[in-house]
């Protein structure tokens, strides 16, 4: 197994910083990049609502990120002390509805939602810990 953590701020600018140490992981791995890239597009989806919403603004907080990689899946825990958020009990986009009938938000939630194999929040010791699951198994290889 291989393990990557890596440690943000809750700055806007680290979420780019944190997807080039990703993707330098991934490929060191032989990810395919299918995989590769949903798990870049739902990090930079959650840690922007995290960085958004999550903290009083001008205060410093620590995001950490955790992938460890097996065989059959990329797993990615994020964990941070911001206010309690659980994305997962976020109303679904309805995507029936025209661009302009639609409410504004919770696309990025929905497509994290679509992406990803398994998704669990739960809030220990005043933190949020999201924990995302991706397969590597029935993806066509790069």
């Not at 986009?93 to 398994?118: C, P, Q």
């Amino acid at each position: 197994m291989e393990t990557l953590t890596v440690k943000i701020t809750n700055k806007r600018p680290e979420i780019a910083r944190l997807s080039g140490i990703i993707e330098e992981f991934m490929d060191t791995n032989d990810v395919p990049m299918s995989v590769s890239f949903a798990i870049d597009l739902a990090l930079d989806e959650l840690l922007t609502n995290v960085i958004s919403y999550g903290f009083p603004p001008e205060e410093s907080h620590f995001i950490d990120v955790t992938i460890e990689l097996t065989e059959e899946e990329v797993s990615v825990q994020i964990i941070d002390d911001g206010l309690a958020f659980n994305p997962l009990e976020q109303d679904e986009a309805d995507t029936t509805l025209s661009i302009d009938e639609r409410e504004i938000g919770g696309l990025g939630i929905h497509l994290v939602k679509k992406t990803m194999n398994s998704i669990e929040y739960q809030r220990t010791d005043n933190k949020n810990i999201l924990t995302l699951k991706k397969a590597l198994s029935n993806v066509l290889e790069d």
